[in-house]
């Protein structure tokens, strides 16, 4: 808005001020203030992931959390995928890597979970296959 657009609405807003009631004054300007920051959150640029505008949920990316997360380096003991509110990075075996924390923690979480988790034995649940069965095993073929 130019500025001499902005002076004239400023004294149209003067203007209509002064015919209205002081009683009722506080509200219009609460109503006017809520419905002008509304607007502006609507149009500007700042995306704010994660909030519904017409009906649709605003999806979050990767430079959101950016934004949101402090970034931290590690290294990953294993090849995993790792997701936050639907965005995904891949972490590879020994590779350093730096991301926004959630990442980490969703990691650190994962490590913990297994080191939770019973280990089964393998012996009993894992039978041996023996060469030369089934679909490995060559043809044979007797001639008569």
């Known amino acids: 808005m130019s500025r001499a ?6 004294k149209q807003l003067e203007r209509t001020i002064k015919s209205v009631p002081v009683s009722d004054l506080k509200q219009i300007v609460e109503e006017i203030s809520s419905g ?4 502006i959150q609507n149009e500007s640029g700042d995306r ?3 909030r519904i505008v017409d009906g649709q949920k605003t999806i979050y990316t990767y430079a959101d959390l950016v934004h949101m997360f402090p970034l931290v380096k590690f290294t990953p003991e294993e090849t995993i995928p790792l997701s936050f ?6 972490a590879f075996n020994g590779i350093e890597m730096t991301v926004p924390q959630c990442y980490k923690d ?3 979480q994962h490590k913990r ?3 939770k988790s019973p280990r089964l034995p393998v012996e009993g649940y894992v039978n041996e ?3 030369g069965v089934g679909a490995l ?3 044979r073929t007797v001639r008569v």
């Open 5 to 10: 657009r902005a002076k004239r609405v400023k």
């Open 36 to 39: 002008a920051d509304e607007r």
């Open 48 to 50: 704010q992931p994660g």
């Open 85 to 90: 509110n639907g965005v995904r990075v891949q």
């Open 106 to 108: 969703i990691y650190d």
């Open 113 to 115: 979970e297994l080191r």
């Open 129 to 131: 296959i023996a060469l």
């Open 137 to 139: 095993e060559p043809e």
